[in-house]
């Protein structure tokens, strides 16, 4: 199983909005695919319509191990490839139990080890906080995407995201490589770039390389659509705005390939 974190740490930089539809895609293509919902605000759960009830087990339940892996996972309504490892408020709780664990880096990479022979890829929607959270997200991470919107904020977001990655690979809590980053809400008039989005991607582009710059999101009201719909962009007759997805399923299908199954 080949898994990624989708991590910024700013809100609002589409992470959520990425999580959910290169989740929908790979599963559409028949990539068996996990989702987890690591952000206590619990979008990702809420846009997959799941509605949980009292004591239904969460991500929290599984980080704790206080009920068996499969049990806290879900399917997804009319999509037989893909699944969830939901969230709710509670999950914030979750952070002294990481703190205090010792191994809280590392521990949902080892929580995951028993479902991972179950999928191809794992998608986990980081918190945009520097968290117990989102360390343990990087600590499970094979490879990182970080969709940072194309402003001022965006770029900031980025360089705080890369500045923990690093120091997370530094200290060997993580092996997680950045697979790209996606520039989001991309803003243009006609086919002109704002001044903004253009100088923001230009900053992304000198600070990781262009070969790491995904084609960018554009500013549009379809991808929220989408959300609402619970659809794809193609089926509402957009395809050509899941142009950075295809790309960035490339890049997964070529990295799931080198994945060598455990012995």
Request: one cysteine or more; glycine letters at 6%; hydrophobic letters at 35%.
């Amino acid at each position: 199983m080949l898994t990624i974190a989708i991590a910024s740490l700013s809100g609002g930089q589409g992470k959520t909005t990425t999580s959910l539809m290169l989740g929908r895609l790979l599963s559409r293509q028949g990539y068996p695919t996990l989702l987890i919902d690591a952000d206590p605000q619990h979008n990702l759960t809420t846009y997959l319509d799941l509605e949980l009830q009292v004591n239904q087990p969460t991500l929290l339940e599984f980080l704790k191990k206080s009920v068996s892996a499969e049990d806290s996972i879900y399917p997804s309504e009319g999509n037989d490839n893909l699944f969830l490892i939901p969230a709710d408020d509670q999950l914030d709780t979750v952070q002294d139990y990481l703190s205090n664990s010792g191994v809280g880096a590392t521990l949902l990479k080892r929580r995951l080890d028993p479902v991972a022979d179950a999928f191809k890829v794992c998608i986990i929607d980081a918190p945009p906080q520097r968290s117990q959270i989102c360390l343990t997200v990087l600590g499970a991470a094979d490879a990182l995407i970080i969709p940072a919107e194309a402003s001022v904020k965006g770029y900031g977001s980025l360089v705080r995201t890369l500045d923990l990655l690093r120091t997370l690979q530094d200290i060997g809590a993580t092996d997680a490589q950045v697979m790209g980053v996606l520039p989001f809400r991309d803003r243009w008039i006609g086919n002109t770039q704002t001044h903004e989005s253009r100088a923001a991607v230009d900053g992304m582009r000198d600070e990781v390389g262009k070969e790491l710059i995904l084609p960018s999101i554009r500013e549009s009201e379809r991808y929220k659509q989408a959300i609402n719909r619970r659809s794809t962009l193609s089926d509402m007759g957009y395809p050509e705005l899941e142009y950075p997805f295809e790309v960035l399923i490339n890049k997964i299908d070529k990295l799931t390939k080198k994945k060598k199954p455990k012995s």
